[in-house]
Nanobody, 116 residues
């Protein structure tokens, strides 16, 4: 059974930081690219960042470049998203995704709220 379980979300003030984690099971984690998406109320789901199978390369949405960092630990079947200098517009439900030719598996999502 495939599972992607996100953790680390919550409420943070503008300028603060959060680290999201996603633990994967039920598939060969180290053969999939991994990504983080987000969906704000009334908006479409958008790609935030994705990382290569080995972790050596990553791409980011323009809106988060320089503030967010994606990383992975294949020994722990885990992908992370370090989010710094958070802004109110980063408020969304964040989803972990496993990608092979197309988005294949999704986590249940975790809420991140940036507000004073």
């Amino acid at each position: 059974q495939v599972q992607l379980v996100e953790s680390g979300g919550g409420l943070v003030q503008p300028g603060g930081s959060l680290r999201l984690s996603c633990i994967a099971s039920g598939f060969s984690f180290n053969t999939y690219r991994m990504g983080w998406y987000r969906q704000a109320p009334g908006k479409e789901r958008e790609l935030v960042a994705h990382i290569s199978i080995g972790g050596s390369s990553a791409d980011y949405a323009e809106s988060v470049k320089g503030r967010f960092t994606i990383s992975r630990d294949n020994a722990k079947n885990t992908v992370y998203l370090q989010m710094n200098s958070l802004k109110p517009e980063d408020t969304a439900v964040y989803y972990c995704n496993a990608y092979m030719n197309a988005p294949r598996y999704w986590g249940q999502g975790i809420q991140v709220t940036v507000s004073s």
